[in-house]
């Protein structure tokens, strides 16, 4: 058999992440590449405690449910929405199979090939490979630590057109960055100007540290909304409960949702209707703030262990930032180092992360690196530490 | 905000089934429509014990897992389906959302726009919704009740070219029928010379009827298989024990499964988790074949009811045949008679089936109807057909 598979093959080049992912399992490597929450605070009596709910709803729980998402899921959801200055209803929400599947989902119902989407100058390399994979052409905007470049991202606009504008504004993936207000406003309007739809992935904008009060509008929450938006915005559990679950959300005008849902169709049918009910039971039943205030502690703590240890061991020329929340640091190296090749030195001494190339839709600098604090534990993140700066005096020589 | 929806927007028209399923849901409404197993035949205490297993494994069980699957569940399905004939690795495994994803999925890595892709008259409507939305042009094979018709198959492989050829094989959604192993060759024949590749759709070949010693082979296990084999099959958890948590697999060549896999990556990463360590649980702890043969006679009782039921009302015209497995009835009437509109006046009287038209790539007949015999119990049943003679002798005045 001579298989011929189609031309968009070349775009679902594997990603570096899930590769070293793969590689590092079950093995005596120190992972700081995946952006894994920590396994020890999952709230698993809190999570079999819901599931023992769903069970006692009868059989009926574990049957084929609606595309959009079991309803209940989406009322409690609505309310803790509208918390955060996102007032919505059921129809203006989509369940999906992680935030991921939102990038995906949008992608298939807004993009034809050849369509230009702007991205942060780094963004997420997996909505890289999304889009490349629905033909579209994803280009770089510039930004600094206040967020996006509002001068750059009106010259992009002007010359490419571009149908849609991805971004991270809260502790962004890889950077750590936080948007200002300010450039969240200067780029909604500068959308809203151009009729570029902007999809705002927001899956760490729970996990902030310092001072909790301290609030971090949405995009979605600073423009006209829900119906009529130029954002549509997504979250997951994935953080703030367990990644297991699988289950995230879309917010966006209804005409918008109805679309991904047809797509969602024929894409799966539909996400679990076991994650999505136990999610409910957890949300009506357990104090998830009060879990989020935890763990948001433990993940700072862990973020203050690393940035010590960064100091500590003072690589010569390393550029980095205290991240406000999420759990990635950037760190940029002297631009004679290929973080792609310290890598390997990185893991043959044991030790992994992601190299900043993976992370740009265009002329990729080679000398950051990814380091994630969450995952592994104090020990751990002394040992893994001490072998990365193993590796790169290696290389430093 | 004004939306730029993609062009492929107008392949996701939301399926004629779901919507109805939307429309029924918790209403006065008898269901002949939705494919719904019987809810009350679910395992749940060993679904809920599997669980309680799951969560002795410890918090790791709901962290973020391989795109592929989770290894012990491939692994104890590789077990199961080798007693099946098919003998996999786990490499020729990836698990998915429902079998509907490895439609997606396939589809995504092998089909460029304009390509043609076989099906049979009928077939499934959300295959073809998803071969559209890629811009697939599916093309119909006839067939009849011992399957596809290898003469037509032969022609349309000779003038189309086709890469693909979607088949349900075995208990067909929508008609029912069952192909004897003698077509099963053939096709194999055809396709092997031709490098047409078989996508085989099996989500009802658990639900045979009769001599439960009788096997219906698969396709892919009359193939050279795993490696080389012109064969991707599909099967779910779905109708053996439960569609709420949404997991299926497809069986391949491994670099076939390879590239399905890192498609699902930019996908949704992977699949619950939670739902695929239950499973697995399951498998290992649970009589699954002892509970398949539980459901099995169920369903031949109730489709038996069902074909007592359409004798005793005996439909003027109505050509059917009692299906040898499965979970369908494909009832066609005179060819006055436009199922579309039927279901209108039956809607009215309170029941539900899916007209046939929505399942033809081409050419669509309109006087058939798919009539579901295994979700409603034995009086529903006795009440949505006498509903359903009501609105037939109302369009048959």
Same mark, same amino acid.
């Given at each position: 058999?001579?298989?011929?598979? !189609?031309a968009?093959?070349?775009?679902?080049?594997?990603?570096?992440?899930?590769?070293?992912?793969k590689?590092?399992?079950?093995d %005596?490597i120190?992972?700081?590449?995946?952006?894994?929450?920590? =396994?020890e605070?999952?709230?698993?009596?809190?999570?079999?405690?819901?599931?023992?709910?769903?069970?006692?709803?009868g059989?009926?729980?574990?049957?084929?449910?609606?595309?959009e998402?079991?309803?209940?899921?989406?009322?409690?959801?609505?309310?803790?929405?509208?918390g955060?200055g996102?007032?919505?209803?059921?129809?203006?929400?989509?369940?999906?199979?992680? %935030?991921?599947q939102?990038? $995906?989902l949008?992608t298939?119902?807004y993009?034809d090939p050849?369509?230009?989407?702007?991205?942060?100058?780094?963004t997420?390399?997996s909505?890289?490979?999304?889009?490349?994979s629905?033909?579209?052409?994803?280009v770089?905007?510039?930004?600094?630590?206040?967020?996006?470049d509002?001068d750059?991202?009106?010259?992009?606009?002007?010359?490419?057109?571009p149908?849609?504008?991805?971004?991270?504004?809260?502790f962004?993936?890889?950077?750590?960055?936080?948007?200002?207000?300010?450039?969240?406003r200067?780029?909604?309007?500068?959308?809203?100007?151009?009729?570029?739809?902007?999809?705002?992935d927001?899956?760490?904008?729970?996990?902030?540290?310092?001072?909790? !009060?301290?609030k971090?509008?949405?995009?979605f929450?600073? $423009?006209?909304h829900?119906?009529g938006?130029?954002?549509v915005?997504t979250?997951t559990?994935?953080?703030?409960?367990?990644?297991?679950?699988r289950?995230?959300?879309?917010?966006?005008?209804?005409?918008?949702?109805?679309?991904?849902a047809r797509?969602?169709?024929?894409?799966d049918?539909?996400?679990?209707?076991?994650?999505?009910?136990?999610?409910?039971?957890?949300?009506?039943?357990? $104090?998830?703030d009060?879990?989020?205030?935890?763990?948001?502690k433990?993940?700072e703590?862990?973020?203050r262990?690393m940035?010590?240890?960064?100091r500590?061991?003072d690589?010569p020329g390393?550029?980095?930032e205290e991240? *406000?929340?999420?759990m990635?640091f950037?760190v940029?190296?002297?631009?004679?180092?290929?973080?792609a090749?310290?890598? *390997? %030195?990185?893991?043959?001494?044991?030790?992994?992360f992601?190299?900043g190339?993976?992370?740009y839709?265009?002329?990729?600098?080679?000398?950051?690196?990814?380091?994630?604090?969450?995952?592994?534990d104090?020990?751990?993140t002394?040992?893994?530490? =001490?072998?990365l700066?193993k590796?790169?005096?290696?290389v430093l020589?």
């Amino acid at each position: 058999m001579n298989y011929r598979f !189609s031309a968009r093959l070349g775009s679902f080049s594997s990603s570096a992440v899930r590769e070293i992912l793969k590689l590092t399992q079950g093995d %005596s490597i120190i992972s700081f590449a995946g952006g894994l929450p920590a =396994e020890e605070h999952f709230p698993v009596a809190a999570i079999s405690e819901a599931f023992g709910r769903v069970m006692q709803l009868g059989n009926k729980a574990l049957q084929y449910g609606l595309t959009e998402g079991y309803l209940p899921l989406r009322e409690s959801l609505c309310k803790r929405m509208a918390g955060k200055g996102m007032n919505v209803t059921p129809d203006n929400m989509l369940i999906t199979t992680g %935030s991921q599947q939102v990038i $995906d989902l949008l992608t298939r119902v807004y993009i034809d090939p050849g369509d230009v989407i702007l991205v942060e100058r780094p963004t997420y390399l997996s909505a890289l490979q999304v889009f490349r994979s629905y033909g579209a052409v994803p280009v770089s905007v510039n930004g600094d630590s206040d967020g996006i470049d509002l001068d750059d991202l009106k010259a992009k606009i002007a010359k490419h057109k571009p149908k849609m504008l991805y971004v991270i504004p809260t502790f962004s993936n890889p950077t750590g960055r936080v948007w200002s207000e300010e450039r969240r406003r200067g780029a909604l309007e500068l959308c809203h100007a151009s009729d570029t739809l902007i999809l705002e992935d927001d899956p760490y904008g729970e996990l902030k540290f310092g001072d909790s !009060s301290r609030k971090y509008p949405s995009i979605f929450a600073l $423009d006209q909304h829900p119906e009529g938006s130029c954002v549509v915005y997504t979250s997951t559990f994935s953080k703030t409960v367990a990644p297991g679950l699988r289950t995230g959300w879309a917010l966006g005008d209804a005409e918008v949702i109805r679309q991904m849902a047809r797509a969602k169709q024929a894409a799966d049918l539909q996400s679990s209707s076991l994650d999505q009910q136990t999610l409910h039971q957890l949300l009506e039943h357990f $104090d998830l703030d009060g879990h989020i205030e935890f763990v948001r502690k433990e993940y700072e703590a862990r973020m203050r262990q690393m940035a010590d240890l960064i100091r500590q061991h003072d690589w010569p020329g390393a550029v980095w930032e205290e991240p *406000k929340g999420g759990m990635f640091f950037w760190v940029e190296l002297p631009e004679t180092i290929d973080t792609a090749e310290l890598l *390997k %030195s990185a893991v043959e001494q044991g030790v992994a992360f992601v190299p900043g190339i993976t992370f740009y839709a265009d002329n990729p600098q080679t000398n950051a690196m990814r380091l994630n604090f969450t995952h592994n534990d104090a020990a751990g993140t002394v040992a893994g530490m =001490e072998r990365l700066s193993k590796a790169l005096a290696a290389v430093l020589v």
